[in-house]
């Protein structure tokens, strides 16, 4: 493999990249806003707020020019892709940003790499596909795990190993995870142990909520915002091009050439890879119309905590938890003493600012610790998940007469897999084989129920009235007794 120097900033045009930003737009909504727009500053997370100085880029694209690949989406699978693209084919590619580098998912996430990719359970994988794919979903699970901590090995992105406590916000939620902790030790010789509720308080993490627990292996907590410039830094030592600034506005294939128009100039590509996330618009490429499900998410960060009031609330670990709602709680404490906690939102861009969001997040934090009355909150924000219809993601060649790929619909839990999902990006751009017979390769992401509901010009109004509907039966499902 080839030695980098991720200090390395050739080619830099400071001018460029010092240019004014247009400031961050709050109500961006990937369901109706037709680009995530162009050259926008970061939203203010506490990852950006404490990475430090972002990475020298190689500015907007400025005229037209020519590439043998092409990345839409500077965020972790975007940049993933083309470090391994560059590492193990040779292949410098070209990416293609919006905004700023890792500006949407990458770093408005709650920063916890999960062994997991998609929304669903090893027992739903079992009921769904049967179970000789489901070891392989597993077994793919457990090498993008080796993936990333590989691909984050030398990035400085304050690391929080140990594994992924998933407790049970209910006491009925205990024989549900008894069940699922017994399947992952039998069937997948994957030891996940269980504990009660006493326990889990005591000895592991305060939360007065936790009727027990289960305790998986694998899982690292890690800094969003300093893992995503890592990537940055390691992408451009490699020869990889990052333009940002640089929406694709429109996109024309002829004689299997791709033209990508940009405000700067079109950019021609023989390949295009499609890493855009959660902020996928509408109009990138018609093959992605109406696959995505967009949702959002709120994160909180506190001020640091106290030595004492660490000790108050029993937080013994530093290991990645969330809860077993379906509108989940992920959270943990950093290495800074700060509490991290997040759920889902609001449903559409437009409300998503509402103060009142912000508030219940406030109000469930105080459920699970009522020792933090009153505690200042340092960092409030949201953002958008990438969730397909069918709660799996898709790394897929949707055409096969065209070299148009794309890695998408993790469904929150992309940190960990969207390292692996870019290697597997990078396979298929590269022409190299990969194991088929998984449907998350094998399959498109799924128009959601009725093909002509979809097409409809009217249809994503319905499917956010769906979604608000929805939303209101999970949270009478996940608060009764």
Request: aromatic letters at 8%.
């Amino acid at each position: 493999m080839e030695t980098v120097d991720l200090n390395n900033q050739a080619g830099v045009d400071t001018e460029q990249r010092t240019a004014p930003l247009k400031s961050y737009d709050p109500t961006y909504d990937p369901l109706t806003s037709e680009t995530p727009g162009q050259g926008r500053d970061y939203a203010p997370t506490y990852w950006i707020g404490t990475a430090g100085e972002p990475p020298a880029d190689d500015g907007p694209v400025q005229g037209d020019m020519d590439a043998d690949v092409v990345i839409v989406g500077a965020g972790f699978t975007g940049l993933t892709a083309a470090i391994f693209l560059a590492e193990k084919y040779g292949i410098k590619a070209t990416v293609l940003e919006a905004n700023r580098t890792s500006w949407g998912c990458s770093t408005r996430n709650g920063g916890q790499a999960q062994c997991a990719t998609g929304r669903l359970k090893r027992s739903q994988w079992i009921d769904r596909y049967g179970l000789d794919i489901a070891h392989k979903l597993h077994q793919e699970c457990l090498d993008g795990m080796a993936t990333f901590k590989d691909l984050i090995k030398d990035i400085d992105c304050d690391p929080q190993p140990g594994g992924h406590l998933y407790i049970a916000h209910r006491d009925r939620q205990m024989p549900v995870l008894e069940k699922e902790a017994k399947l992952l030790r039998e069937t997948f010789n994957y030891d996940a142990q269980m504990m009660g509720a006493e326990e889990v308080k005591r000895d592991w993490f305060g939360d007065q909520e936790a009727a027990g627990a289960m305790h998986e292996p694998e899982g690292i907590g890690i800094h969003a915002g300093k893992l995503a410039f890592g990537y940055h830094r390691k992408a451009r030592a490699l020869g990889v091009k990052i333009h940002p600034a640089s929406p694709v506005q429109s996109w024309e294939t002829r004689s299997g050439v791709h033209y990508l128009t940009t405000p700067g100039g079109v950019v021609k590509a023989r390949s295009v890879g499609m890493a855009t996330g959660g902020y996928t618009s509408q109009g990138l490429h018609s093959q992605l119309k109406n696959r995505l499900l967009p949702v959002l998410s709120n994160s909180i960060v506190t001020r640091p905590l106290t030595d004492e009031e660490v000790a108050a609330c029993n937080m013994h670990t530093r290991q990645v938890i969330t809860d077993t709602r379906i509108l989940r709680h992920y959270y943990r404490l950093l290495p800074d003493n700060r509490l991290q906690i997040g759920s889902r939102s609001a449903i559409t861009g437009r409300d998503a600012p509402q103060e009142k969001y912000k508030n219940m997040l406030i109000r469930d934090m105080y459920r699970k610790f009522p020792l933090l009355q009153g505690i200042k909150i340092d960092y409030s924000w949201w953002g958008w998940v990438d969730v397909s219809h069918d709660m799996m993601p898709r790394i897929f060649q949707p055409d096969p007469r065209e070299t148009v790929y794309y890695a998408l619909g993790y469904g929150g839990n992309g940190v960990m897999y969207s390292a692996q999902a870019g290697k597997r990006l990078a396979q298929l751009i590269a022409g190299e084989k990969i194991d088929m017979s998984m449907p998350i390769f094998n399959s498109k992401l799924p128009f959601p129920n009725v093909k002509e509901m979809v097409e409809s010009q009217v249809f994503a109004p319905f499917r956010r009235l769906g979604q608000s509907v929805l939303y209101r039966w999970y949270s009478h499902k996940d608060e009764r007794p």
